[in-house]
């Protein structure tokens, strides 16, 4: 059975950085996209930064230029997070996308707090 699991989630202050990571098990195939994804208290969940098959990376606006999404391997990608805002307090969602349906993580707490 395949599985998705989030790391490194935490408080930190304003302007401070954290690096979520993703680990799989099990095998998967047809895969289109590997990311992140978030959800804040009352809203809906949000894409947060994606790496394509071909290896592309896509970020939301909100995180452009403040988050990098990386990938070590097949199996385990990551989210460096920095300049973080209060605004990025959500659960953030490790994903991957296949071509007959999405696996979810189940998710690590982000915390931007003073």
């Known amino acids: 059975q395949v599985q998705l699991v989030e790391s490194g989630g935490g408080l930190v202050q304003p302007g401070g950085s954290l690096r979520l990571s993703c680990v799989r098990s099990?095998?998967?195939?047809?895969?289109?996209?590997m990311g992140w994804y978030r959800q804040a208290p009352g809203k809906e969940r949000e894409l947060v930064a994606t790496i394509t098959s071909r290896g592309r990376a896509i970020y939301a606006d909100l995180v452009k230029g403040r988050f990098t999404i990386s990938r070590d391997n097949a199996n385990t990608w990551n989210l460096e997070m920095s300049s973080l805002k209060p605004e990025d307090t959500a659960v953030y969602y490790c994903?991957?996308?296949?071509?007959?349906?999405?696996?979810w993580g189940r998710g690590t707490q982000v915390t931007v707090s003073s």
């Open positions: 994903y991957v996308e296949r071509s007959i349906g999405t696996l």
């Open positions: 099990g095998t998967i195939v047809n895969v289109n996209a």
